[in-house]
């Protein structure tokens, strides 16, 4: 599967944004699709995931209710709603396939095996 990121950028604190994932190969084979971030000097964090083939969402605490993982009817794209951008918002995001989590895996980074090249979000205070 390869992912490619858009739609990053700098916003005040209260705005919004939202981040666009195109998949291309073979999505099929996804169990989950989902966002991650990097803020600098810290590590990588589950943000979002969806499974791939029902729907389902899951949300890290600290976005649940600002932000939605949602996808398009031909499984091609997969985006990320981020309403009401905090400062501790900012990092890199990136978005992630993972062809062989199960449920309890699927926050954590080490199960996802394609990756995006990321792109930031910046949220000035």
């Known amino acids: 599967v390869q992912l490619q990121a858009s739609g990053g950028g700098l916003v005040q604190a209260g705005g919004s944004l939202r981040l666009s994932c195109a998949a291309s190969g073979r999505t099929y084979s996804s169990r989950f699709m989902g966002w991650f971030r990097q803020a600098p000097g810290r590590d990588r964090e589950f943000v979002a995931t969806?499974?791939?083939?029902?729907?389902?969402?899951y949300y890290a605490d600290s976005v649940k209710g600002r932000f939605t993982i949602s996808r398009d009817n031909a499984k091609t794209m997969v985006y990320l709603q981020m309403n009401n951008l905090k400062p501790e918002d900012t990092a890199v995001y990136y978005c992630?396939?993972?062809?062989?989590?199960?449920?309890?895996?699927?926050?954590?980074?080490?199960?996802?095996?394609?990756w995006g090249q990321g792109t930031q979000v910046t949220v000035s205070s």
């Open positions: 969806m499974r791939w083939s029902g729907g389902n969402t």
């Open positions: 992630a396939s993972a062809s062989h989590a199960i449920l309890s895996s699927s926050s954590s980074s080490g199960a996802y095996d394609s």
